[in-house]
């Protein structure tokens, strides 16, 4: 029972959170100001309305009483103007006629008697404006009727002082029973019941209105819940142009983009594994034949080499992944300097000479121009080193690679070429992917036992390294003729003033 209690509780309380209730109660609070305004706009001008046809009405039996006064009628007899017959008589059932004298006693009345009359009189004598003909009072009196029993109702009073050569004599007061107070009383029930009435409607058509206005939110926040790593190719696909369906468009494209990265992530870890399997494989296979019976030295050589090249491999594979990794999560300091690109280019060819020379490759410096850029050294020196490795690598022995560095259209340009076998045009779009080889057999899952067979990584690197340094790498190659690899990298403008770090991830992004 307290869990149902709370459990109403707190879905009260999100209720009244909600925007939907907010937005509500946001509308219905501007209608109440503008109903409130109208209401005593139209309160006002039917009051005055009623109030002037009252008044109206009332100086017309005021001037048909003080014309009866001045009748030869009147004067000659002792006729009253209640005894008068007929529609026209200037007093009619329920009026009343009094005669004050200046104090408010009264003198002489004619009509309907008030009971207890004195107060009253006092108040009317009070209300008389001296400067003005006619003064209008309003009131609710008791009016004795049938058995002298006193029964209340509302008269509208006109007063007027009489004087005569300046002296004042009195009053003369005309009462005629009125419904003014009621009317306006009327009135101001039905335009507030009108109101509340509307109110309601308002607030239960705009909760009924920002529910269904909000139900698209709902449904986004209940698919953004329901989403997790393993369904993220849920979409919310919403129709139409509104707010909510861009909204749910961009949540659609960022889910996309999600499942997209753990896609990467995924396949990422999968390559990663497999290309670790190989080599472990191959080191378990070659100890467990060397281990299984009493081996000759040599045999025991070759099987220590095997384990070797492989262990040679798999710690290029982790070193590889670790600079990946490294890349990926922002953790590569970039230390900036003024750096010379035909300098590195000369020491990366004599870095990879000895190895160039092993393969029977001629690997040779074409047009070195010196140009300055601004760049990490290390990682410059190991993307340069990346390419030429290639280039030796895929070339057969008699080929050659050749390593340029030139000015071009305001951008310091390095270009590594081959006369290697090429890479298909199929595979060219890939080659700066993750893992990709173009031609598997030509790496060690051919059997190849050479050292520097590849893992797919290298020129994912060489592009994260440009990209890091603001520039751009592209490739053109023709199967059996060559590659040529162009990388631009914006012009060093002035000399570096100071070293500056920058993680890696800031420029690529
Ligand atoms: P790997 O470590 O396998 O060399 P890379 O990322 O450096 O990986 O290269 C990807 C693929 O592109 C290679 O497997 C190879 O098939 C192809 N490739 C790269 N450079 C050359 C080149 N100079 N000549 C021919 N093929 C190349």
Same mark, same amino acid.
């Given at each position: 029972m307290k869990t149902r209690v709370q459990a109403a509780g707190q879905g009260l309380a999100a209720f009244l959170h909600s925007v939907r209730f907010r937005i509500t109660l946001w509308f219905v609070l501007i209608l109440a100001v503008v109903l409130a305004a109208f209401s005593f706009f139209i309160y006002g001008m039917q009051t005055r309305d009623l109030q002037s046809d009252a008044v109206g009405h009332m100086q017309d039996k005021f001037f048909r009483i003080m014309t009866f006064f001045r009748s030869p009628a009147w004067q000659l007899s002792e006729l009253s103007p209640t005894s008068v017959p007929g529609n026209d008589a200037p007093l009619q059932k329920g009026d009343l006629l009094i005669f004050l004298d200046p104090y408010g006693a009264i003198q002489q009345r004619w009509g309907e008697t008030i009971s207890a009359p004195d107060a009253l009189m006092k108040e009317l004598v009070g209300a008389a404006d001296q400067r003005s003909a006619l003064s209008i009072y309003e009131q609710v009196v008791p009016v004795l009727g049938a058995n002298n029993v006193a029964v209340?109702?509302?008269?509208?009073?006109?007063?007027?002082?009489?004087?005569?050569?300046?002296?004042?004599?009195?009053?003369?007061?005309?009462?005629?029973?009125?419904?003014?107070?009621? /009317? !306006?009383?009327?009135?101001?029930?039905? @335009? &507030?019941?009108?109101?509340v009435g509307m109110l309601v409607l308002a607030f239960l058509?705009?909760?009924?209105?920002?529910?269904?206005?909000?139900?698209?939110?709902?449904?986004?926040?209940?698919?953004?819940?329901?989403?997790?790593?393993?369904d993220l190719d849920q979409r919310l696909n919403m129709r139409g142009r509104d707010e909510l369906a861009s909204l749910a468009g961009t949540f659609d494209g960022m889910i996309g983009r999600l499942q997209a990265a753990f896609e990467r992530q995924r !396949?990422?870890?999968?390559?990663?594994?497999?290309? @670790?399997?190989?080599?472990?494989?191959?080191?378990? &296979?070659? +100890?467990?034949?060397?281990?299984?019976?009493r081996r000759s030295a040599p045999e025991y050589k070759r099987a220590l080499e095997t384990v070797e090249v492989e262990g040679g491999r798999m710690t290029r594979l982790v070193n590889d992944l670790m600079t990946l990794a490294r890349m990926d999560s922002g953790q590569a300091i970039l230390q900036f300097t003024d750096i010379d690109l035909s300098e590195l280019a000369s020491s990366a060819v004599e870095r990879l000479s #000895?190895?160039?020379?092993?393969?029977?490759? /001629?690997? %040779?410096?074409?047009? &070195?121009? %010196? +140009?300055?850029?601004? $760049?990490?050294? /290390?990682? &410059? @020196? !190991?993307?340069?080193?990346?390419?030429? %490795?290639?280039?030796?690598?895929?070339?057969?022995?008699?080929?050659?690679?050749?390593?340029?560095?030139?000015?071009?259209?305001? !951008?310091?340009?390095?270009?590594? *070429?081959?006369? $290697?076998? $090429?890479?298909?045009?199929?595979?060219? #779009?890939?080659?700066?992917?993750?893992?990709?080889?173009?031609?598997k057999a030509r790496t060690h899952n051919g059997g190849d036992d050479d050292e520097s067979s590849g893992n797919g990584l290298g020129l994912s690197i060489v592009s994260w390294i440009v990209r890091s340094h603001g520039g751009s790498i592209t490739v053109e190659s023709r199967?059996?003729? $060559?590659?040529?690899?162009? +990388?631009? @990298? #914006?012009?060093?403008? *002035? #000399? /570096?003033?100071?070293?500056?770090?920058?993680?890696?991830?800031?420029?690529v992004r």
């Open positions: 209340k109702s509302d008269y509208l009073f006109l007063i007027t002082p009489v004087t005569r050569d300046g002296v004042a004599l009195g009053y003369v007061v005309v009462g005629s029973p009125s419904d003014l107070i009621g /009317q !306006q009383h009327r009135l101001a029930a039905s @335009l &507030l019941l009108g109101s058509g705009g909760l009924w209105l920002a529910d269904r206005a909000m139900r698209p939110v709902a449904d986004i926040a209940r698919a953004a819940r329901n989403i997790s790593e393993h !396949q990422f870890v999968a390559d990663a594994s497999h290309e @670790l399997r190989t080599p472990l494989t191959i080191i378990n &296979l070659e +100890v467990g034949r060397a281990l299984s019976s #000895p190895l160039a020379s092993d393969r029977s490759v /001629q690997l %040779e410096c074409g047009n &070195l121009t %010196e +140009v300055h850029v601004s $760049g990490d050294r /290390q990682y &410059l @020196l !190991q993307m340069i080193s990346n390419l030429l %490795e290639n280039g030796i690598k895929y070339g057969g022995a008699g080929e050659r690679v050749r390593i340029d560095v030139v000015r071009k259209d305001g !951008q310091a340009v390095l270009l590594v *070429s081959d006369t $290697g076998p $090429g890479i298909p045009p199929k595979d060219l #779009p890939a080659v700066f992917d993750r893992f990709y080889r173009a031609d199967v059996n003729e $060559g590659t040529v690899f162009e +990388v631009a @990298l #914006p012009l060093l403008v *002035s #000399p /570096q003033p100071a070293r500056e770090n920058i993680t890696a991830s800031d420029k």
